[in-house]
């Protein structure tokens, strides 16, 4: 059974940092285009960041540029957001998202509290 397995999230002062990391079983990774999505409270999901299943042409939203980074792990079936810079508006509930022209699968989401 395919499914996507979320870990990292947490409670994190303002500037500091998160990893946040989604582990995939069940089909083929590599060949999924992967993405991070969130959804804070009385707020629509919206896109954090993407890559695609080949090449390292990444896509990240205009709030989270210069602070999160998406990459892959295809040898471990995984793939992370780090979150550095952190700030209140980021506390949401973070989701991972791998999809293909066939398929689309999601986390179960993990929670990400910025606070002082």
């Known amino acids: 059974q395919a499914q996507l397995v979320e870990s990292g999230g947490g409670l994190v002062q303002p500037g500091g940092s998160l990893r946040l990391s989604c582990a995939a079983s069940?089909?083929?990774?590599?060949?999924?285009?992967i993405s991070w999505h969130r959804q804070a409270p009385g707020k629509e999901r919206e896109l954090v960041a993407a890559i695609p299943s080949v090449g390292s042409n990444t896509n990240y939203a205009d709030s989270v540029k210069g602070r999160f980074t998406i990459f892959r792990d295809n040898a471990k079936n995984t793939m992370y957001l780090q979150m550095n810079s952190l700030k209140l508006q980021d506390t949401a509930v973070y989701y991972c998202n791998a999809n293909s022209p066939s398929r689309a699968y999601w986390g179960q989401g993990t929670q990400v509290t910025v606070s002082s």
């Open positions: 069940g089909f083929t990774f590599s060949r999924y285009t």
